[in-house]
């Protein structure tokens, strides 16, 4: 804990005078909206009031995350490793993924409400969208940077299928894999919350629309806190995953 306070101490005071800036400004400045902008006390008494609706939203927004980011990491894994491997096929079709790639997953909304039968489906279909480029490109990008002595080591050892993918491709390609898919989970939290400020009955997305639609601002603040808390936490989570995967970089020795 000592340690973490000496790591993160700027971090905290920064926290801390943003808070008091806040409270000031909202108490003394007779030029703010007390109702857009509310005092932290009163949105810490509305995150207090609405915590449980506040993670039932978060249990109904990760049934949407969950399947739709996994989907985007495996199918992305697979596909740049199909592509990284073969030159003629990515040779082919490079020219269509690099003029697909860049269009905003918002831009198919109209498609996948009009083919899918839900607003799950269209959501869950929206995040894989957009977190499988990043996992897609990254996996075709880290096999074709694999030093060449390592496949040609591979080669001389006799090394070939899915012995040759597990034990050589997908470690040496590793880095690039995993820059992607925290690059990917970024974008689904992104889109998940679009998404829902729009076609949901529940979720972290929601609660901000259905507040700000009552012009309940100091909800609004709270959603925006809670949400801000569980992205942070989720994307630590993985940075600590992926260091500890990639052990022998030094991405380990940088998360001390």
Do not use: C
Not at 142 to 153: A, T
């Amino acid at each position: 804990m000592l340690t973490f306070f000496k790591r993160y101490n700027l971090t905290i005071l920064i926290g801390i005078i943003f808070i008091a800036v806040w409270a000031l400004v909202t108490k003394y400045a007779t030029w703010i909206n007390p109702v857009i902008f509310p005092q932290p006390l009163t949105v810490v008494e509305s995150f207090s009031a609405k915590i449980g609706e506040l993670l039932t939203g978060v249990v109904s927004s990760m049934k949407l995350l969950i399947p739709g980011f996994f989907g985007a990491l495996v199918t992305g894994i697979v596909g740049g490793l199909f592509f990284g491997l073969n030159k003629r096929s990515r040779e082919i079709l490079m020219p269509y993924f690099h003029a697909l790639s860049p269009i905003p997953p918002t831009l198919f909304i109209p498609y996948v409400i009009a083919i899918l039968p839900t607003f799950q489906t269209a959501s869950m279909s929206l995040i894989f969208i957009g977190a499988f480029w990043p996992v897609f490109l990254g996996t075709i990008h880290g096999v074709l940077l694999i030093e060449k002595h390592y496949l040609d080591n591979a080669k001389s050892l006799g090394l070939k299928g899915p012995t040759f993918l597990l034990k050589v491709v997908l470690p040496a390609s590793a880095p690039h894999i995993l820059s992607g898919a925290s690059t990917s989970l970024g974008m689904s939290f992104l889109i998940l919350t679009i998404a829902e400020m729009f076609g949901a009955s529940s979720g972290m997305g929601f609660f901000i629309q259905y507040y700000s639609d009552f012009s309940q601002y100091h909800y609004v603040l709270a959603g925006i806190i809670f949400n801000s808390i569980i992205i942070v936490a989720v994307m630590i989570a993985f940075e600590k995953l992926k260091k500890r995967l990639l052990f022998w970089t030094n991405l380990k020795a940088d998360g001390k």
